[in-house]
């Protein structure tokens, strides 16, 4: 039996003889023909959205998914365009990638790793797509990053925020253009001490898995370079939802800063507990006791309501940005929907288009020529500054966001606003650094 | 035939039809079709899930279906199972018949002493046990023995990792000799197309298999002795037997059923997290035994695709397939419909699931193999004398 | 020391909220025989009772401010509340401020209707199956019932604040003797947790004191012999299962400042309320409430540093190893009578 | 030496003196009774002797080896069996399947792992169960589920189910409680019958005098726990001490 993996059916349409019922059966090889997995017939060609539309992060799934569909209209020419007028690159003209118009499935990744994968399997299986793009969480998208991988095709991470997404997992296949929890520490870091000082006493709690270890160790490391003390870390379950037994030691702890290495629902009860227990009322060492939370998100500032009011954190874009492509995508998202777009919404806008832009420059579909063309590609025009791809991580540096959350709100999309610009270069790192070491990009695959 | 009463192998030969056949049967409309695009299942990964699944429900089944234990927490089996083969691909090679031996093993031992605890109480006690050990070794999994699973990310294979059995030209993806699962042949025909998976293959021996000693076990006096338990613990004990070892027999059975399920599905994808030791994975795999049949043999294969299929079919179909589907009517209509089906599909898939237990378990109490014996029937009632005979077989 | 006693407080607070749910689910399963995963459900439906009322009271209607824009750049639409538009803005807002207390008005009646559709419905007809088919038939009506108030309240939690004047501490030290400001205790956690006492109290009250409760105990015991009495005991069975609603709908909406509600928080609080329910005893009201606060307080404990430090990760598992080392060593849990739930 | 010698049983429940010093010898090959007003502690003596309670004194042998702290599976396997007030069968299997479970306990021991060759290929067991179903003349009802018999059937069969292991003592309890008189006269017969077939040793707590005096060749009555007389039928009746202790409970 002739073998191939994950072999392309549009092909292999040549020697079908319909008998009665039984067919004299046509194998081929399918590596001779596109050279790589699912490689788009005709005048289609179709991506896949990846996204959690139910358990606790659906709500970001959903915002994401809205995103993408916007970035397929403006790709195949219809509505504003949006960010493909402000891009930096003019290869994306609206009539599809490579001249085929761009078709989309939707999938389920419901938060696990599991699901995540089965659905992914299905879309470049049944569904044939050359990409993936999408996802809420960093043990997502690293499993799912590892099938695209395996399976030849290109992953396009939506919001992943642990270092090990390009650290310690990185895959040739897969790309990130979120920031990571190096950087979030890298950029608070100097507007905590301009804030706060250089005698800190920080308490952190932490939610018990590998995203959250990653971001307490970079916001430690970058703290501690601030001269601040790391009174404990206290690793808290996922999904706690009651967290007063680890704020309450808090209060006696001689500390006066707690950091929330927490996401979604566990943050916002975290941080709203813990202004429950007064920690913001209270004055310790002679300072005013504080709250930082390093990773934003549009969702969890409304989810946390008027508790988040002078907390910092830090964001990977936001809709208040004054840039032309920000304001751009702005309006054609609000158009839309009515709402403003969150980062997680932006992130895999902004993945669709480099996507696209990359098969362009490139001239295939293939993913070997996609990773070629985005590995250290620079390009502007995107919300976040001039920006680039690197090729020995895949990580994407730009200007990374301080937030704190609005203490006055005028109207309800007012919750945070930003602080700093952190300029692209205070947040890079070697490609070595000890916090991202371990992994191996390994070889594009190709597939078939 | 094989050991089976005529009826059994008549049953076991139309699940080796079934599962040999699952790339056609399951894809019964033309590939580029709207509802070839929507409905057709026969993709391996989503094939490989039904019968992995089936595997797992037919070990539950035995616990369950036959004595009555309901195990809450069944699912930190096949969670072993899969760490077990994840780790032998990672320190031997990609071979998967040492880490599908592997998995089963482990998971025997891991039920040999949740299983005997947790037997020491009968009821919903019983059930409460095995539901505190699963949840416990997910929260472990997930947090504190991470250097050992790898915790959120999940367990996989990274290039620097011993693989000591490895050659220079040895598969790079999970093989079996040589075999790799992931190869495939792509047959077509007409506007259909079909294909077919060294990777499902092995599942589907391995379902047949597992299927096959499922009828033994049924037929047998251990099959016997465990109705017997499930009916009346008492006559059981004051007619001198023991029935400490043979629910522990049946427990670490039905552990490596579900250690061989969780080996299958390492072997098929090397990606194994801990979500799937989580209470609602075992959950699932209750759902899926009552949804079929308890104690039926064929009801946990038929729930276990059922679900699945759910799962990965109907969270797919959005609202512009919808629109699809209905074009050709006028535009009015197409919207109402889609309005209406729209809160069933996608994000909204959980919605038919809990429909679908509801009416289920409302109006098919034995589950959907006693909806088809009831249809069945309809067609059958000329041919009573006929039922005499074999009715009193029970399980079937 | 004070470390000690506000690991005590977050145990009963915690407990109170088990004891609360456990209540319930003991209530239903000792009077009907009915196991009902979709408890939890009930508690997030109070929960949203919650919410919902938070959301009426801030109906508003939309004023066009020229003077401002949005994030669009068009005129700003300010969305006035109807309530501060009807009352002033002074009256008005402490109506919306106080919108949590008010939802316990509304919650009483509502969780009743739901309880009683929900057991002349669906549950009447399950008293005979096994309880493997309740079990399942009301884990699905949980998954629908989530689904539903996802489909009108999304998926993200819902900040629902308690009112300004429960917002801050109060200063338990002072209260035990020891320096002022020592142990602080979130106020809105005090009223919980006095406010589960009342509710625990008042339903074991209302069972030992009243006729009907008497009944209600005599037919928990013994089924057949009182409905051979000649007393309609379904009646007032169907009543106890809008009183078991109600109990775990006000659990939900006072809940809420401490737990901002989302869909999925009944089922979060499920598996949990049935290993206290367990632990407690099958059947037991005493049992439940017991065990309820026993696993509440032994979890803080084990979330303390010193403990965690001492066996990594035991804060996670706290629960389920005390389940598992009671039921080896008490095999009907703490309180539970013999025969029930073990076939 | 009796084939079961109690002696000295004591057993409390909290305060209850449920056994005092309870005596009893129950010779080989003999029908005994034990019979007591409510209350008098037959079940607790019985429970005692199939292993389901532990006394706090005293000792229970049965053929010169103790049953004390033995499993009721093991004290079954000794060679006592038991028939109960209600009679435990296994309702959800077929009348076949109930006899050929003490089949293969009888011929495989208390555990033995059959998993593979199915049940239809045990022909000796089957064989074994059939003839059995002869002798209580239900052969013809093999294929019925059991829960859809009569009570009387259902008494037959349990007793099929413990003579198929050829005990050496069978206990029953109240076998024809709440039983019509005329099931009461089939269930004497059928008693009579089996005792007449085999060598059997029967120890019987019964309420109804009736089945008493039809089957007993000794009688031990029991009082709050405590052993009254031990005698033959003929000397129990117009016994004061018995008239005493049954005032008022039944017509002796």
């Known amino acids: 039996m002739s073998k191939s993996n994950f072999s392309r059916r549009g092909v292999l349409k040549t020697g079908a003889i319909a008998g009665a019922g039984l067919a004299v059966p046509t194998y081929l090889r399918a590596d001779g023909h596109a050279g790589f997995t699912n490689a788009p017939q005709g005048s289609t060609v179709k991506i896949g959205f990846n996204v959690p539309q139910t358990g606790p992060y659906a709500e970001e799934g959903l915002d994401e998914l809205r995103a993408q569909e916007l970035a397929v209209e403006h790709l195949n020419g219809m509505g504003d365009g949006g960010m493909m007028n402000t891009f930096s690159e003019k290869n994306l003209k609206g009539n599809g990638i490579l001249g085929k118009k761009v078709e989309f499935v939707t999938g389920d990744t419901q938060t696990k790793s599991d699901v995540a994968r089965a659905s992914a399997q299905s879309m470049i299986q049944k569904d044939e797509c050359i990409m993936i793009n999408g996802g809420s969480s960093s043990g997502v998208a690293i499993a799912v990053q590892g099938l695209c991988q395996e399976a030849g095709v290109i992953f396009m991470a939506g919001l992943t925020h642990s270092n090990d997404t390009t650290g310690k997992d990185k895959k040739a296949n897969g790309f990130r253009h979120f920031f990571n929890g190096y950087m979030s520490g890298a950029a608070l870091g100097p507007v905590l001490e301009k804030e706060y000082g250089n005698e800190r006493q920080a308490y952190h709690l932490t939610a018990d898995y590998t995203w959250g270890w990653t971001q307490q160790e970079s916001i430690a490391a970058s703290t501690e370079a601030l001269g601040w003390n790391t009174v404990q870390d206290v690793r808290t379950p996922v999904g706690a939802g009651d967290f007063s037994s680890y704020i309450a030691p808090i209060l006696n702890s001689g500390a006066d800063t707690l950091i929330l290495n927490h996401y979604g629902g566990d943050m916002v009860n975290s941080l709203t507990q813990a202004i429950q227990f007064g920690l913001r009322d209270k004055q310790v060492n002679g300072k005013d006791f504080t709250i930082i939370v390093p990773l934003y998100s549009e969702l969890m500032a409304a989810g946390a309501g008027s508790n988040i009011q002078g907390v910092f954190g830090s964001m990977n874009w936001n809709w208040q940005l004054q840039d032309e492509g920000t304001k751009a995508f702005v309006k054609s998202f609000g158009e839309k929907y009515g709402f403003p777009p969150s980062g997680a919404a932006h992130t895999c806008y902004v993945q669709t288009l480099l996507y696209a832009d990359a098969v362009e420059r490139a001239g295939t579909f293939n993913p070997c020529g996609v990773v070629e063309a985005l590995e250290d590609f620079d390009f502007d025009g995107m919300g976040n500054g001039p920006t680039s791809y690197r090729g020995a991580d895949h990580q994407c540096f730009k200007d990374v966001l301080v937030m704190k959350g609005t203490e006055a709100p005028t109207n309800q999309f007012d919750t945070l606003e930003i602080v700093e610009v952190t300029p692209r270069a205070q947040v890079e790192y070697a490609p070595d650094h000890p916090m991202f070491a371990g992994g191996d990009l390994g070889e594009c695959n190709p597939g078939a | 035939m094989l050991g089976l009463n005529s009826r059994d192998f008549k049953l076991f030969i139309i699940v080796c039809i079934m599962a040999l056949a699952a790339p056609i049967l399951l894809n019964p409309f033309p590939t580029a079709s709207a509802m070839g695009e929507s409905f057709n299942a026969g993709y391996p990964a989503l094939m490989q899930r039904f019968v992995i699944f089936g595997i797992l429900v037919i070990g539950f089944n035995i616990l369950f279906g036959l004595t009555g234990y309901l195990s809450f927490g069944h699912a930190a089996f096949l969670g072993v199972g899969s760490y077990a083969a994840v780790w032998m691909f990672k320190l031997l090679s990609y071979n998967v018949v040492p880490a599908i031996i592997l998995s089963v093993i482990v998971a025997g031992l891991f039920s040999v002493v949740i299983g005997y605890v947790s037997l020491r109480r009968s009821g919903i006690y019983f059930s409460i046990l095995t539901l505190a050990f699963a949840q416990m070794s997910y929260q472990l999994a997930y947090s504190v023995f991470t250097p050992l699973t790898n915790g959120e990310t999940g367990l996989q294979v990274y290039n620097d990792d011993p693989q000591i059995l490895m050659g220079e030209n040895s598969p790079t993806v999970p093989h079996f000799f040589g075999l790799e699962m992931n190869a495939q042949s792509v047959v077509d025909v007409a506007g259909w197309s079909f294909t077919f998976q060294n990777g499902y293959y092995l599942s589907a021996v391995f379902l047949i298999l597992a299927f096959y000693l499922s009828i033994r076990i049924f037929r047998s006096p251990m099959g016997l002795m465990l109705r017997a338990i499930k009916s009346n613990q008492t006559r059981m004990s004051y007619t001198g037997i023991n029935t400490k070892p043979y629910m522990l027999a049946a427990f670490v059975i039905s552990g490596m059923y579900a250690g061989l399920a969780g080996g299958l599905l390492a072997a098929m994808d090397p990606l194994t997290g801990a979500e799937r030791m989580f209470w609602t994975a075992s959950g699932e795999i209750v759902v899926m035994a009552i949804l079929g049949g308890v104690g039926t043999l064929i009801g946990p294969v038929l729930g276990a695709g059922i679900i699945k299929y759910l799962e990965n079919i109907v969270s797919k179909i959005n609202d512009g397939i919808l629109h699809n589907w209905f074009a050709f009517m006028p535009d009015w209509l197409d919207n109402a419909l889609v309005t209406i089906i729209h809160p069933f599909i996608g994000k909204g898939w959980h919605l038919t699931l809990g429909l679908l237990f509801m009416a289920v378990v409302i109006f098919l109490p034995g589950g959907l193999v006693q909806g088809g014996q009831k249809l069945g029937g309809l067609f059958r009632r000329k041919k009573t004398d006929d039922a005499a005979d074999g009715a009193k077989t029970p399980a079937e | 020391m004070d470390a000690f006693i506000l690991q005590i407080l977050n145990g009963l607070d915690k407990g109170s909220a088990y004891a609360l749910i456990a209540l319930g689910l003991t209530l239903i399963f000792g009077t009907l025989g009915v196991v009902n995963f979709a408890h939890g459900a009930l508690f997030m439906i109070g929960a949203f009772c919650a919410v919902t009322v938070q959301k009426l009271l801030g109906l508003s209607f939309d004023v066009i401010d020229p003077t401002q824009t949005d994030f669009l750049g068009n005129p700003l639409k300010v969305a006035i509340p109807y309530v501060e538009a009807w009352f002033g803005p002074a009256i008005g807002g402490a109506i919306q401020d106080w919108s949590v207390p008010l939802a316990i008005l509304v919650v009483i009646p509502v969780m009743f209707l739901v309880g009683w559709a929900m057991e002349r419905g669906l549950i009447k007809h399950f008293y005979n199956r096994p309880h493997a088919d309740q079990i399942l038939v009301t884990f699905g009506l949980a998954i629908v019932i989530g689904e539903i108030i996802k489909a009108f309240f999304g998926a993200n939690p819902i900040q629902t604040p308690a009112p300004e004047v429960f917002i801050g501490t109060v200063d338990v030290g002072a209260w035990l003797g020891m320096d002022p400001g020592s142990v602080a205790y979130p106020t809105w956690r005090m009223v919980y947790f006095f406010f589960s006492a009342i509710i625990i109290a008042a339903v074991f009250a209302f069972l030992q004191f009243t006729t009907f409760g008497m009944v209600v105990r005599a037919g928990m015991a013994d089924r057949e012999t009182v409905g051979l009495l000649g007393i309609d005991i379904d009646k007032r069975f169907t009543l106890m299962f809008g009183l078991a609603a109600a109990v775990a709908g006000m659990a939900g909406v006072m809940y809420t400042p401490i737990l901002s509600p989302h869909y999925n928080i009944g089922m979060d609080f499920l598996v949990l309320s049935f290993v206290v329910v367990v632990v407690g005893g099958m059947g037991s009201l005493p049992g439940a409430v017991l065990a309820g606060f026993l696993l509440g307080i032994l979890q803080s404990f084990a979330s303390m540093n010193e403990v965690k430090a001492l066996i990594p990760g035991i804060d996670q598992i706290i629960i389920y190893l005390v389940a598992i080392i009671i039921l080896l060593t008490r095999p009907r849990g703490l309180m539970g009578r013999k025969g029930v739930m073990e076939d | ?252």
């Open chain 4, 1 to 252: 030496m009796g084939i079961l010698e109690v002696k000295g049983i004591n057993k409390r429940f909290g305060g209850l003196q449920a056994l005092g010093d309870v005596n009893l010898s129950v010779a080989e090959n003999t029908v005994h009774a034990i019979i007591g007003p409510n209350g008098a502690g037959k079940s607790t003596l019985l429970n005692v002797l199939v292993g389901k309670l532990i006394p706090d004194s005293g000792s229970v042998m049965f053929d010169g080896q103790s049953v004390l702290g033995r499993a009721p599976h093991e004290i079954n396997q000794m060679g006592i069996s038991r028939v109960f007030q209600t009679p435990e069968i296994f309702s959800d299997l077929t009348v076949f399947e109930n006899v050929m479970i003490p089949c293969f306990a009888k011929r495989d021991g208390a555990f033995q792992m059959n998993a593979i060759g199915a049940v239809t290929g045990h022909g000796d067991i089957k064989d074994m169960a059939e003839a059995i179903l002869a002798d209580v003349n239900m052969l013809d009802k093999r294929q019925m589920t059991a829960s859809s018999m009569s009570r009387g059937d259902k008494r037959r069969l349990e007793m099929a189910m413990c003579l198929v292991q050829e005990p050496r003592l069978l206990l029953l309890d109240e076998p024809t409680a709440g039983m019509a008189r005329a099931d009461t006269n089939n269930t004497i017969d059928l008693l009579k019958e089996i005792k007449e077939k085999r060598d059997i040793t029967m120890a019987i707590i019964e309420h109804d005098m009736h089945v008493v005096f039809s089957l007993a060749e000794r009688i031990t009555v029991l009082a709050q726990g405590m052993p009254l007389v031990e005698e033959t039928p003929e000397n129990i009746k117009g016994h004061p001490k018995v008239r005493e202790a049954y005032l008022g409970e039944a017509q002796v």
